[in-house]
């Protein structure tokens, strides 16, 4: 059973860091592209950084410099590193795993809770 699980969302005043963490079951990890996305209430679902399957990475502009993308191959895990975490950056943060063989198939966590505070 393919399965993706989010962790270590929470809340954390403006200014500080959190470590997400995406542990994948049920598919050939890092096979094909992973990533994270965000959706703040009333706005569309959207790309945070990706990792490709030869470890090539790409972030929004909003977050670069401050969030960093990783994967662990041995335990399955993709994380993501933010730090410096503004209120613009609150939202349920997803975990994206695209399918092998063909890598056309997408599937997602079920999301994770950002909270940042003035």
């Known amino acids: 059973q393919v399965q993706l699980v989010e962790s270590g969302g929470g809340w954390v005043q403006a200014g500080g860091s959190l470590k997400l963490s995406c542990a994948a079951s049920?598919?050939?990890?890092?096979?094909?592209?992973m990533g994270w996305y965000r959706q703040a209430p009333g706005k569309e679902r959207e790309l945070v950084s990706g990792i490709t399957s030869d470890g090539t990475t790409n972030y929004a502009d909003s977050v670069k410099g401050r969030f960093t993308i990783s994967q662990d191959k041995t335990n399955h895990t993709l994380y993501l590193q933010m730090n410096s975490l503004k209120m613009e950056d609150m939202g349920v943060y997803f975990c994206?795993?695209?399918?092998?063989?063909?890598?056309?198939?997408?599937?997602w966590g079920q999301g994770t809770q950002v909270t940042v505070s003035s």
């Open positions: 994206a795993a695209d399918l092998p063989p063909y890598c056309y198939t997408r599937t």
């Open positions: 049920g598919f050939i990890f890092s096979s094909c592209g």
